[in-house]
């Protein structure tokens, strides 16, 4: 089956500067890759996707990169704000669309 | 409208005991699947449902696990004889139709306690 893995676990940035959070997958099959956005307590929210036939999808300052030779992915959040603070998750698409999550993000943005 | 529904919300068990956790999907979703999450991990699938049928079980970690979707639409999971081991939060999703790429809507959890 398909296997995520996800870095860095933690990771602390000052408010303005960027993150970039990446994952890589090994199934060279998987052809959609979703961001799930987590806050203590409460369900992963969806944030942005990209399909395998799109190199980068951007929304406002939120973007993602997709090398499917490589077989990587990664997110970028560009001018980072308090809010930003969350766990992120990474995820490839398997067989009847279930979902490989990646073991999460832990971002600290700093004001 | 009404998004992904899970109750209780929190359930505390003793080891040995039998424990049901409940998913109401959003309306209209045939797509339903079961996802359990361990402190500080990503949510590790385990049952797809299309229907009521189970069209994927391989995440189901042993036979002490079931879960059912009898109409379609409210899914149950059940474990026997719990371990604490199975302390975990317990994530439903549902989506339209399960077809490829569509966006999974999680329930806010079951956070289930073994004691």
């Known amino acids: 089956g398909e296997n995520v893995e996800q870095h860095p676990s933690t990771l602390s940035v000052q408010e303005g500067d960027s993150a970039v959070i990446k994952c890589t997958y090994s199934?060279?099959?998987?052809?959609?890759f979703p961001w799930y956005k987590q806050e203590l307590g409460k369900r992963p929210q969806l944030i942005i996707d990209?399909?395998?036939?799109?190199g980068e999808k951007k929304d406002q300052r939120i973007a993602v990169t997709l090398n499917k030779t490589a077989k990587h992915f990664s997110l970028h959040i560009t001018e980072t704000q308090p809010e930003d603070s969350a766990v992120y998750f990474c995820?490839?698409?398997?067989?009847?669309?279930?979902?490989?999550f990646g073991s999460g993000t832990k971002l600290n943005v700093k004001p | 409208g009404a998004g992904v529904s899970q109750t209780p919300s929190n359930k505390v068990t003793e080891k040995g005991k039998y424990v049901e956790l409940r998913c109401d999907p959003i309306?209209?979703?045939?797509?339903l699947y079961w996802y359990r999450q361990s402190l500080g991990q990503g949510p590790e699938f385990l049952i797809y449902?299309?229907?009521?049928?189970?069209?994927?079980d391989s995440g189901l970690p042993n036979d002490r696990f079931f879960a059912v979707r009898p109409e379609g639409s409210v899914s149950t999971l059940k474990i026997q004889r719990t371990e604490r081991g199975d302390s975990a939060v317990y994530l439903c999703?549902?989506?339209?139709?399960?077809?490829?790429?569509?966006?999974?809507?999680f329930g806010p959890g079951t956070r289930l306690l073994v004691l």
């Open positions: 999703a549902s989506s339209k139709t399960g077809t490829d790429g569509e966006t999974q809507y």
């Open positions: 199934d060279s099959a998987s052809n959609y």
């Open positions: 990209i399909r395998s036939n799109v």
């Open positions: 995820a490839a698409r398997g067989n009847f669309n279930k979902f490989y």
């Open positions: 309306s209209g979703h045939t797509a």
């Open positions: 449902f299309q229907g009521t049928g189970a069209a994927d």
